[in-house]
């Protein structure tokens, strides 16, 4: 279903906003169905291209399950704004939101470098490769993007006016902006007399 019910004036058919969000957020959630009942699990994501990459153990109950072919949907989620009406009713957030439905699939253990590349640039060329246990005990699934599979919502701009919300004109609105930062690198206490590696401080610039 790639086709909005409600609200449809926030949807958007944009790829580039697509990428824009998935590249802006860390963390989703998949969602599937196990033995009869909804499984919904938070993860690390990073977007390759076309396809989206999930990695974790190949313990998990979920990943085995989506892997095996179960039918799944990623959703990536970020608030911009909290957008203060004139009223409770009508206050809400200014936020992005992202569904990606299909069938996942396994894929080599190349994608898993890929997949750290993508949270944190360079950090690969800095440390030894993964081991043969390391390896063995991860698994790397692929989500493709694909034009039918995926839905995208932005809702942006001021919150209702006194007048949409039938409220006092001199009570105060607006918007407060959400924002996420990174702070300066804290060093293990182990590592304290290491310089920060080029990987880090590029992600904390």
């Not at 998949?30 to 396809?51: E, F, I, K, N, Q």
């Not at 959400?178 to 880090?200: F, I, M, N, Y």
Request: cysteine-free; hydrophobic content about 45%.
């Amino acid at each position: 279903m790639t086709e909005l019910n409600r609200l449809a004036e926030y949807g958007v058919t944009d790829r580039a906003a697509l990428d824009a969000l998935l590249d802006s957020q860390w963390a989703g959630v998949l969602s599937t169905v196990a033995d009869g009942l909804p499984l919904a699990v938070p993860m690390l994501y990073a977007r390759d291209g076309d396809r989206v990459l999930l990695h974790g153990s190949t313990g998990a109950g979920a990943l085995r399950t989506v892997g095996a072919g179960a039918p799944a949907v990623l959703t990536v989620f970020a608030i911009d704004a909290l957008a203060v009406a004139p009223t409770t009713f009508e206050s809400s957030v200014n936020y992005r939101s992202a569904t990606i439905r299909g069938a996942l699939t396994r894929v080599d253990d190349s994608a898993l470098d890929v997949f750290s590349e993508a949270i944190l640039p360079g950090r690969t060329a800095e440390v030894r490769p993964s081991s043969r246990k390391e390896l063995a005990a991860s698994m790397a699934l692929a989500l493709p993007i694909e034009p039918d599979s995926w839905l995208l919502k932005i809702s942006g701009g001021w919150p209702a006016t006194p007048e949409e919300a039938g409220a006092d004109p001199d009570v105060w609105s607006g918007l407060v902006p959400v924002r996420t930062v990174l702070d300066p690198p804290q060093p293990a206490p182990w590592a304290e007399h290491l310089p920060v590696p080029p990987s880090v401080l590029r992600l904390a610039r």
